[in-house]
């Protein structure tokens, strides 16, 4: 038993570390992968390595390719995660942040950034991740305090509320698009899930929520899988509902907002991932959540590598390779779950 | 280019997927009504050998000398690097940057809807990037953070600004003198143009069409961009001034009550949209410019991109709308 435990780890481990190197060995310049590692170890402390490469092949490597592969893989393991927890929330393995607004009210938040020319402060240049994310936030606390009946919280309530003001979000941010000018394409270009920002400082920005977020609900998965029996028994077998769930949305929907804010909107792998796992490896949630931030990272660095490969020197923007990738693998999953069931 | 409004298409078709329908269809290039950037004050010192210049941000730029490794980021400054002789130091450009024609032969570094490729930038290495008024800053300090200089051309508003736009890319690149020539020579082929339109008897009341996807609802140029002023130059009056906004959709029953004398249609470089099309239209039937046949096919690209074929654009549209003064 320990030990099929352990497979799924080990295998899933692998693959995020091969996703991380073929990340880091991709891309628009053609570096030899020796050059790659030396490069990589030479930056380690104490190590000295003689370079034989030229300059421009160590700020690609240091200063644009790790960056952009380590924001990816944080991003992914973010949405993944926090996808896990929203599916156990909701009891609905088609919850995903989209479904309670966070990320069209992050959505809305970055549009009306790029619609504003704020004067050049120290928020100028992060305003559209900054305004992303207390977008996120504000959507949470609106759609919360609306869904909510008294000191409870229901699940479906939180939903209505949930996808009526992602509709109103989403409205607002069309007509925003619709009044603006040069701003369309930027805002275009962020929607569909590219970040132009690159380089060390939005992964260090997104780091610590992105961190506290998950650790927290990796500490939940005793809590989700009590969630499963419902609401009233999982009260009479001694858990707070309520304050259990308000934790748990505070925790996806900031990890979620971090990630939305600083890679832009991208759909399907917050709701692909932790169904995929919970098909191969069942419906525990003290091995789904984390098994969903590993492959979370992993399918967002393949989608990722996508995005840079197909249209090169062009890089599409990696949500449209989530979600024309995505939807028909979840698709044809559905197609085979159905199957199972039928026959 | 017809290639690049494919890609355009089946971007604004997903965009449509996620719910931001109504896009419309507009280039990818252009000016904006909002002065954002300040005027450069170009002003190379002459104590040292290095050159020091300030550039449409604000932000100080210093170049060793005239640059000879340049990325453009925008059609438009691509335009305007060849135009000042600049054209063989061009290292690399934006992906949607086709003219002239040698342009295409540069190293293309993306851009367009998806991301420019930092990597090829940093590995062209540049002594000097492009920008324009359409690069995000957060793009500018992107390249700025890895060491490369950043020159943000202002977007011009006018054609003077413009004129100004090519002198100072003739210093960034050591082509002044030549430039001097080409400007005078812009400047005359204006002052004939708006000499002659002096003349005119009347000022017919033109629509510029960006985008007839919806024939209902037409994307059309407002006030501020360089459709609008150029129609103005060229002895028109623009529908389109009417609307509060660079470019926005005009409903058909106000299009109808204003009656355009004459149809230009930008988006022909777009979308192939001929007059035999805008004819076949159900509403559009009974609007005098249908009726005398005055619908023309318009070179987009040379009045929604801001550099010297703007000078190209005034004189296809003075005579589009004058024809009988320049028989």
New interface residues.
């Given amino acids: 038993m320990a030990h099929s435990r352990f497979r799924p780890y080990l295998i899933n481990s692998l693959l995020l570390v091969l996703a991380l190197l073929a990340s880091v060995a991709i891309g628009a310049v053609y570096i030899a992968p020796a050059t790659v590692l030396r490069i990589f170890l030479g930056h380690l402390p104490g190590v000295n390595m003689a370079g034989d490469w030229p300059a421009t092949a160590v700020t690609i490597i240091m200063q644009v390719r790790l960056p952009h592969t380590v924001l990816v893989a944080l991003t992914g393991a973010a949405l993944a995660g926090s996808g896990a927890a929203y599916q156990g929330l909701f009891r609905n393995p088609l919850a995903d942040p989209y479904l309670i607004g966070v990320a069209s009210g992050a959505g809305l938040g970055a549009v009306l950034a790029m619609s504003r020319s704020w004067p050049t402060n120290w928020l100028a240049l992060y305003a559209v991740p900054v305004a992303a994310f207390l977008g996120a936030v504000v959507t949470i606390i609106i759609v919360y305090t609306l869904a909510r009946t008294g000191p409870t919280l229901q699940t479906t309530t939180l939903i209505l509320a949930g996808v009526a003001f992602s509709s109103f979000a989403t409205a607002l941010t069309s007509f925003l698009m619709l009044r603006s000018n040069a701003e369309l394409r930027r805002a275009l270009g962020w929607l569909l899930g590219g970040s132009i920002l690159s380089g060390w400082t939005p992964v260090l920005a997104m780091l610590p929520y992105v961190t506290v977020g998950l650790l927290l609900l990796l500490t939940m998965g005793h809590t989700l899988n009590v969630l499963q029996f419902g609401d009233d028994q999982a009260q009479q077998m001694g858990l707070n509902v309520e304050r259990s769930k308000r934790l748990l949305i505070i925790a996806a929907s900031l990890t979620t907002a971090a990630a939305v804010a600083f890679s832009g909107i991208i759909g399907f792998v917050g709701l692909i991932v932790p169904h995929l796992v919970r098909l191969l490896w069942g419906p525990d949630y003290r091995h789904l959540t984390p098994l969903s931030i590993i492959g979370g990272g992993t399918l967002l660095l393949l989608a990722d590598i996508l995005a840079r490969v197909v249209l090169a020197p062009q890089v599409l923007p990696v949500g449209v390779v989530t979600a024309l990738a995505g939807a028909p693998f979840f698709l044809w999953i559905l197609y085979r779950a159905k199957a199972k069931v039928m026959w | 280019m017809k290639k690049n409004s494919i890609g355009l298409w089946l971007?604004l078709m997903?965009?449509t997927?996620?719910?931001?329908?109504?896009?419309?269809g507009?280039t990818?290039v252009?000016p904006?009504?909002?002065p954002?950037a300040i005027p450069a004050a170009v002003e190379p010192t002459a104590v040292s050998p290095s050159l020091t210049f300030t550039d449409g941000l604000g932000n100080t730029i210093e170049l060793a000398g005239p640059a000879q490794r340049i990325i453009s980021l925008a059609p438009s400054n691509t335009e305007v690097l060849f135009y000042v002789g600049a054209g063989a130091q061009v290292v690399g450009r934006d992906?949607v940057s086709d003219y002239p024609e040698a342009a295409l032969a540069v190293?293309?570094?993306?851009?367009?809807?998806?991301?420019?490729?930092?990597?090829?930038i940093?590995?062209l290495?540049p002594d000097l990037v492009l920008a324009a008024?359409?690069t995000?800053?957060?793009?500018i300090?992107?390249l700025t953070?890895?060491?490369l200089t950043v020159y943000a051309l202002p977007n011009p508003l006018t054609l003077d600004d413009m004129f100004n736009n090519l002198r100072t890319v003739a210093q960034l690149t050591g082509h002044q003198a030549e430039t001097e020539r080409l400007v005078a020579d812009l400047a005359a082929r204006v002052t004939a143009v708006t000499d002659k339109i002096a003349t005119a008897s009347a000022t017919p009341l033109v629509f510029y069409e960006l985008d007839s996807t919806d024939a209902n609802a037409p994307w059309t140029a407002g006030a501020g961009t360089f459709v609008d002023t150029l129609i103005t130059m060229g002895g028109g009056q623009n529908v389109g001034a009417m609307m509060d906004?660079?470019?926005a959709?005009i409903s058909i029953e106000e299009l109808l009550v204003q009656d355009p004398d004459v149809i230009l249609l930008g988006d022909y470089t777009w979308g192939g949209v001929t007059p035999e099309d805008v004819a076949a239209r159900e509403a559009w039937q009974g609007l005098t410019a249908v009726q005398n046949n005055t619908i023309y096919t318009f070179d987009d690209n040379t009045v929604s991109r801001p550099g010297p074929r703007l000078v190209d654009g005034l004189e296809a549209m003075a005579k589009a709308l004058h024809p009988e003064l320049f028989e």
Wanted: net charge negative; hydrophobic share 40%.
């Fill in positions: 971007i997903l965009a997927v996620f719910g931001l329908s109504g896009c419309g507009q990818a252009s904006t009504a909002e954002t992906s190293a293309d570094i993306g851009g367009g809807f998806g991301e420019l490729a930092m990597e090829t940093i590995a290495e008024d359409i995000p800053p957060e793009q300090k992107a953070d890895v060491g906004s660079a470019w959709q």
